[in-house]
């Protein structure tokens, strides 16, 4: 019930309804006549916007002698979809979210990306509750613990990746965009990466530069598994 998800996060909702909404994966409304925009998207839309601003005044506030670029690259890793994944772990998310059952069936509550989403669209669903502080407060008292666990700032990924690459005496790792997804005004990116001898991994980004972060990210994490 979205009640016992809303009593976990620790506020109090006047309109419930945009829970539910931020719950719903936009698989259920397929077929059926409905308006995607009862789904979670646009909430996702607006989480994402929130969960961004506060996060960048957490890491601002606690990292108060570190330079521009550090500072991105601990934003950065706070708010890529695996960190907000872990998140929506935290929150229970998973058993309260409403899929389809083909995607219900094939593992949704367990993908990284619904999960991302849906967390995203929790605090944007806060925030058109109640306002600002509201949804701040969560994300605060969620993110902080998943910022002290990195004292230092991580390298940047691609700076990683090569360094990686470079060390087994193999080329730079190659670049490409495969497409934008979304709308002109909203454009998301998929942008892959390739490294001699390992299959080429993609990444998402509102921009090339945060998609091939992801990329790099994504394909550091999988050769060092």
């Known amino acids: 019930m979205p009640q016992t998800l809303a009593d976990r996060l620790g506020y109090r909702f006047s309109r419930l309804d945009l829970l539910?909404?931020?719950?719903?994966?936009?698989s259920v409304m397929q077929g059926r006549g409905q308006r995607?925009?009862?789904?979670?998207?646009?909430?996702?839309?607006?989480?994402?916007?929130v969960v961004g601003l506060v996060v960048a005044d957490m890491?601002?506030?606690?990292?108060?002698a570190e330079a521009e670029g550090d500072l991105a690259r601990r934003h950065a890793a706070l708010v890529r979809r695996e960190s907000l994944a872990r998140i929506a772990e935290?929150?229970?998310?998973?058993?309260?979210?409403?899929?389809?059952r083909g995607e219900d069936e094939g593992g949704g509550r367990r993908n990284p990306t619904v999960l991302a989403d849906a967390c995203e669209?929790?605090?944007?669903?806060?925030?058109?509750?109640?306002?600002?502080?509201?949804?701040?407060?969560?994300?605060?008292?969620?993110?902080?613990?998943?910022?002290?666990e990195a004292l230092d700032p991580p390298k940047d990924a691609k700076t990683a990746l090569q360094e990686w690459a470079q060390?087994?005496?193999?080329?730079?790792?190659?670049?490409?965009?495969?497409?934008?997804?979304g709308p002109p005004h909203e454009p998301?990116?998929?942008?892959?990466?390739?490294v001699?001898?390992?299959p080429p991994v993609t990444g998402r980004g509102r921009s090339k530069r945060i998609a091939e972060q992801a990329a790099a990210l994504a394909l550091l994490e999988k050769v060092k598994k």
Do not use: C, K, N
């Open 36 to 49: 995607r925009a009862t789904a979670y998207e646009r909430l996702e839309f607006l989480g994402d916007r």
């Open 59 to 64: 890491v601002f506030r606690r990292f108060p």
């Open 188 to 194: 998301v990116f998929l942008i892959s990466v390739t």
């Open 196 to 198: 001699e001898g390992e």
């Open 90 to 100: 935290t929150f229970g998310i998973p058993a309260h979210l409403v899929l389809a």
């Open 121 to 148: 669209a929790v605090i944007g669903a806060i925030f058109a509750d109640g306002g600002f502080e509201p949804a701040a407060r969560v994300v605060r008292s969620a993110w902080t613990p998943l910022m002290e």
């Open 20 to 26: 539910t909404q931020a719950l719903t994966h936009p």
């Open 167 to 181: 060390g087994l005496g193999r080329p730079l790792p190659v670049y490409a965009t495969e497409g934008v997804e």
